[in-house]
């Protein structure tokens, strides 16, 4: 069985080692881990906008992941970036992180919390829980705010933030479990766990856990939630006011 | 007051020439309606891959609108597509008309229904109502399955179709209202209004007045639902699997 | 287009003068607006009892609106005084301000505040959000406690009051939007926006603004849901117990 | 204990008649019943009209029981005409039939159904069900197309109506319990029960025996939920578009 | 009408003495109660566990209460212990508390608050309101701390802890009445309710009027909600792991 | 690794063998699967009478499952049978096979059905979707009627059943997956796939992979929802009323 570990942002080398250390905790006998990024794209997602911007790359990379011959595919980001469409586009299992882990950790209590990076992103968090049908079981989303690409830079301060904001979700809002609202925390989990009392859920070894479940139990997405596009014209072509390197938006 | 209808696909003169003249017959003084389409993107919008596909575009016309000093820009197609990742990037409203027509219905009865064109696309819109946290009072979604690309070509028998498809939300789902699920349907809102015998809401006049709406009440999007995207390196290039002026679909 | 905005109280000038002012503000060439109150009722609305108090004058009056000819009615309480009731008799469009703002701010964010006046009315605004399917978007109700026969000599303080409970509403209850609960509060939502830094809705210009895109658009309520009474005896006469000018009832 | 059936509307001889004979019925000593109807209002109630047009006088007969000294009073009337007003005036429990009917089918099973008089009243129901936050376990409710004041000349067409639809709602819907949608209905609840094989609830008995529960276990509705309104003027006058002995409406 | 109040749990003379001391304060002709506990089972139950464990014995019970002719049984105590499994048994009405306190409550406001005794059985409350369909109107669960077994011995406190946590639930929560969350409390609610201003509901009185109305209604559960068992081979034998007379658990 | 599966029922060879077969067809290396049935307890569960009566049992097996270093059980019933009180007991993983396939199957789709053996356990299914939260997603559950003890004997009969029910919860309820609503139907799920067209889950493999997830991940149930039981005295004895090999039960 072979898995790929897509990253929807521009290649990041401390965080694809992370990734491939923690795939490597949880590697059996059979199956093969791949770990990749993109080459275009966001350097990391803190918004629609960026969900937007990376959503043809990832896209033009699962197509490739099919033909390539994996058997699933595990979009690595919290943000289940374009896996409804491309969950269109192959047969093979799209699995979107979010979505997993809060139907994981729906199984482990009644209420989950979620703590992300950015204060940004918490307002996706709560509609993707919704659009989902899972935000029955959604006790609250917090945020450390600490920007992704200084994840790495600031470990420590991490782990603080993230005891601080499980406490508040666990105490005053009750939520029995936590989630990781980063795949950029990877690798943090079983700390977190110690020091707050309850299940938390790191991302990547969830995510890539259940692909291997539903290869092993032979299902994919359905068709009559995900139907095949029908060929027709789609051009690709120039962005005038968003194309360059780098985007700048003035507040 | 000046305000764009965009429509999210490559430019198609029937549906433009549609939309100018229901926009004619609801015009105001002072109010100035402009119509326009993609360069690049999609022929359609039937799926979520479209959706998609279209995104990058649209987000990159939304920023050009607001800088030409538009009030407001409505994304003339029910997917509403890349309108939460458009507020992110512009401080004028932007009107997405499904979740439009859904609120604006709310108000008229206790459950509305929806028929749109594709089978396809019927996923989507429960899912889109969850998300808005509206799903409570939609009694259904139904299709009349015709190509978007071929509506103009067949309206007699699509409005057929609407009249048998409206007429089943209505009896065996207690739908009271009918929101038109695409905009291509634009202009046929008042004969099924009087087939049917309860309101039928047209995307684009009902968006195209909510925008005026908004402008005159001085409120738009709120910035803690759809935070400004911080800067940072977001390459755009080239799709090797996507790209290409006709993407083919194998089933 | 002629619109009637009916206070569904005794006559107030101060509150007449004020709406008649921010009817102005919003006013489009060929739209003409006319304020009226009622010559029997209560006061002010400040519980389920002035609303049933008040009821069978709005209904009278709303009656004749659509004998006089006018396009459509805006019942201008956030009690949403008899308008279920009054749809019944007539097919111009019954515009309720709680429901029409509630319906707009679910397309600004993800989830809207109410605050107004007296904290016994608190309870009516959830029991109306869940009537009308639209309480999954609803964050909180909050009020300042101020009588509403007292909020035209009190204007300073109660500007404080709305920041405060506003501001409460959006740190503790993750409201992105304001909805103010009292039509009396006409004219202050652009300073109070400023304050908070989220949309402010003010109901009277909302409420008036969506009735011109109901006439503009063609629809009204349904008559599935507000179904046409049958011709009977209804005896009007005495009320030995609530009759007389001054009702007061001791705790 | 002494408790109040008040019927909101014009004394109708026969339902009278019926409703104290199933009271005798169900009688224990040291309870005494007293039935009484409006000598003013509507001589039925099939609209939110109807509702608003009774509801004074309910109000006064209401605020009247509790000086005479009742311990309780049922509206017996499933629209539960202006209880919520009701209770805001007086400390003695006031029944609302429909939301006890509700609460108690909430208890023998997981989905009620209701069976009502008059298709014109049924999107009542639903939004009442919401109102009370008991609308999760209504499975439907249908009707079966009898005016209120014919019910009594044609019992056994209403008998196989009620079979009819109460087996629609338990075949098709999944109700496991049924719940009779009109006081007008007092006394079919038993043979109804024989024919179609689940509990059917009848809300004279039900709502006198819950009268009864309420005042034994000292408890009444909650002041928090129903706030005592303020001293003000008040005026009730004459109604010129809506007076008179009886009210036509032209469709 | 002969009504048995059983307690899920082995015999304890100061419980059954008030729980008899109550029944007797709402006795009424014509109604016999009787008050038995358990030969086998838990001593308390504050645990699914001990709800597991005290099952078989209860369903014994309500089997040999049927037999005996007893119109109704009130399975006392607020885990609503195998009510569910029981009714499939019998057919007299198994009235299971705190089910029927969320269901009356729900008729006296808009949100009640649950106190109970052991942090350790909150989460099985808010299970059971989801199971029941009636969580919408439940605003929190909250508990003192007090093991059951010593609710007797520290009344003072208890009282003190009840008004606390109660003020609680009514502040920050927004419930407008309090269901006591364990039937050990009997005989505190009049009290409670003086202290904290809103209807406190005791579980004994109301269940057992409760059971009173189902009978004088004549309805019982549902068979639809409730199926008859199939006879087949049912075993019942030692426990290895579990049985002896008292069972430690080591943390 | 070590996996117990436990089928909560006295043993039977069949089953026993067709559960050995599958999960023999899912084995990896590192991981031991043991497959275990009760010594007493019923023959099936088939209602929520058998699931109390298993309960005591299946709690003594997992307690005892823990000693023995297994290192999660699979309670193999889609009654979920004492997982929840099974988890106060112990700390490694408890799968519930009905929440895992629930949860599962939320992550393939927007709707998922069920279809069950007996039509007497559709309403649990539907009250245990409501305790676990994941009610939102659920289409409906339906039944071939088919005792379980009859399974192996009417294979082809019931696939066709399997069939049309799902085809049914397809068409009519919009389901996009079917989940297979007994253990007993363990190894038919790939050919109903083939015949139905949407993912069909087994409840074995689907839940075997799940514990493996957690306890690759180093996740269990929460000590928050899960509570430890205090020690005190919990009797275990005779049942005069049940006791006996076989319960015969009188309609």
Do not use: W
């Not at 990376?54 to 896209?59: E, I, R």
């Not at 989902?132 to 200084?150: D, F, K």
């Not at 095949?228 to 690709?236: E, I, N, T």
């Amino acid at each position: 069985m072979r898995i790929l570990a897509l990253l929807p942002i521009l290649a990041d080398d401390a965080l694809e080692s992370e990734t491939t250390r923690e795939l490597a905790r949880i590697a059996t006998p059979n199956v093969e881990y791949t770990v990749r990024s993109l080459e275009a794209g966001p350097a990391s997602i803190e918004s629609e906008f960026d969900d937007r911007v990376a959503s043809p790359y990832v896209l033009d990379q699962v197509v490739q992941a099919e033909r390539e011959g994996f058997d699933a595919v595990f979009v690595s980001c919290m943000g289940d970036v374009a896996t409804n469409a491309a969950r269109e586009l192959v047969r093979i299992p799209v699995v979107a992180p979010y979505q997993t882990c809060m139907a994981v950790a729906s199984t482990l209590g009644d209420r989950f919390g979620v703590v992300t990076i950015m204060k940004s992103i918490v307002p996706v968090f709560l509609r993707k829980a919704r659009e989902y049908g899972l935000s029955e079981n959604l006790a609250g989303v917090s945020s450390i705010n600490v920007p992704v690409l200084e994840l790495d830079r600031r470990r420590t301060q991490v782990l603080e933030a993230l005891v601080r904001e499980s406490g508040r979700l666990i105490d005053e809002h009750h939520a029995d479990s936590i989630i990781l609202g980063c795949t950029g925390l990877v690798g943090m989990a079983s700390t977190l766990q110690e020091r707050v009392g309850v299940p938390v859920l790191d991302p990547t070894p969830v995510s890539v856990k259940f692909a291997e479940l539903l290869v092993a139990a032979r299902i994919s997405h359905s068709r009559k939630a995900f139907h095949r596009p029908p060929s027709k014209l789609r051009k690709l072509a120039d962005l005038p006011n968003l194309a360059g390197k780098s985007i700048t938006l003035e507040t």
